[in-house]
């Protein structure tokens, strides 16, 4: 139990499917995160959360729609997604924005 | 974005053997952190090690230790007598000025019995 729990942990969707990854944390942080991990690249911050406000959003694309409602849970909702969106999509949380970060154990999403 | 290079891609080494990984970083910064994170094949991303730039006092912790060179940008972990459960993918990883942590591609380590 790393503190930081993400449901569902794999996930097999259509193109044309809506779907919403969760993630939870009970450790009392102030800011949560979601990061892409695709094969052979380096990990790519997607976005920040901080007292449930987004403060940054880098380039993501719009079939991507994160929601923070509160400071311990994070979703990541999906529509209309590409194959090339297949990845794995990890959640992370810090007590403040400059510090260590405890990740989830991720949701493995592949993309048919 | 300022990078975080990971120079090795793979590393094999043979149970009970020392091994560094290498992590060479970019800064604009005077203040900055650095960090290592392992990930087993389990997938979560595990925390080892957060530095801050005016300490560049060498850590050790078991048999992990970190070499913080700032005059070369520079932060070297190493596994001594490693271990098979040392198997997995380390990644070196910046933060600083208005930047959220940047990971450098990862090193996989396997350490065969």
């Known amino acids: 139990e790393t503190g930081v729990t993400q449901t569902p942990r794999h996930l097999v969707m259509g193109m044309t499917n809506k779907k919403s990854l969760k993630c939870e944390q009970h450790?009392?942080?102030?800011?949560m995160y979601w990061y892409k991990q695709s094969a052979k690249k380096p990990l790519e911050l997607m976005f920040v959360?901080?007292?449930?406000?987004?403060?940054e959003n880098n380039s993501v694309p719009s079939r991507f729609s994160p929601e923070c409602p509160n400071s311990s849970h994070l979703f990541l909702h999906l529509h209309t997604l590409q194959p090339e969106d297949s990845a794995l999509y990890l959640c992370?949380?810090?007590?403040?924005?400059?510090?260590?970060?405890?990740f989830g154990s991720g949701t493995r999403l592949t993309v048919v | 974005a300022q990078k975080v290079t990971q120079a090795q891609t793979e590393i094999s080494v043979v149970e009970k053997e020392d091994v560094t990984l290498d992590c060479v970083y970019e800064?604009?910064?005077?203040?900055?952190?650095l960090f290592w994170y392992k990930q087993p094949p389990s997938g979560e991303l595990v925390f080892l090690i957060r530095?801050?730039?005016?300490?560049?006092q060498n850590e050790i912790s078991g048999r992990y230790s970190w070499n913080f060179q700032k005059s070369t940008s520079s932060f070297n972990f190493t596994i001594t007598a490693s271990q098979v459960v040392d198997s997995a993918v380390y990644f070196c990883?910046?933060?600083?000025?208005?930047?959220?942590?940047?990971f450098g591609k990862g090193t996989k380590l396997t350490v065969n019995p």
């Open positions: 990883a910046r933060q600083g000025g208005s930047e959220k942590l940047v």
């Open positions: 992370a949380s810090s007590q403040d924005l400059f510090d260590g970060y405890t």
């Open positions: 800064t604009r910064d005077t203040t900055y952190y």
């Open positions: 959360y901080s007292l449930e406000e987004r403060v």
């Open positions: 530095r801050n730039s005016f300490d560049e």
């Open positions: 450790l009392g942080h102030n800011a």
